[in-house]
């Protein structure tokens, strides 16, 4: 019994990392989205008084830092699990 599921058990371990095998860069997206929602929490829960700022106030950059940070992590996942890999840049030759 504990033979079938030590096998089992190895399997799937090695399934998760042949499908993750060349996909690093999905590790990235994770820490980018994680960092998007610390920054977009953080700024959502400052203290400021909006009507005696006007609509600019404190909360704005972090607000669009961090909305732009998800906007990255998602892409660049989306990126990844659809096959997109780095294309190596061009041989540059010296004339």
Same mark, same amino acid.
């Given at each position: 019994?504990?033979?079938?599921?030590?096998? /089992?058990?190895?399997? /799937? @371990? /090695? /399934? @998760?990392?042949?499908?993750?095998?060349?996909? %690093?860069?999905?590790?990235?997206?994770?820490?980018?989205?994680?960092?998007?929602?610390?920054?977009?929490?953080? @700024?959502?829960?400052?203290?400021?008084?909006?009507?005696? =700022?006007?609509?600019?106030?404190? @909360?704005?950059?972090?607000?669009?830092?961090?909305? !732009?940070?998800?906007?990255?992590?998602?892409?660049?996942?989306?990126?990844?699990? =659809?096959? !997109?890999?780095? =294309?190596?840049?061009?041989? =540059?030759? %010296?004339?």
């Amino acid at each position: 019994m504990t033979t079938e599921k030590t096998v /089992t058990t190895e399997k /799937t @371990a /090695t /399934t @998760a990392k042949s499908v993750l095998r060349g996909r %690093s860069e999905l590790g990235v997206g994770a820490v980018l989205f994680l960092l998007g929602v610390l920054v977009l929490t953080d @700024a959502l829960t400052l203290d400021a008084d909006i009507a005696g =700022r006007g609509p600019v106030g404190p @909360a704005t950059v972090p607000v669009l830092v961090g909305c !732009g940070l998800l906007v990255v992590a998602v892409l660049l996942t989306v990126d990844v699990l =659809r096959g !997109g890999r780095e =294309r190596p840049r061009a041989a =540059r030759t %010296s004339t």
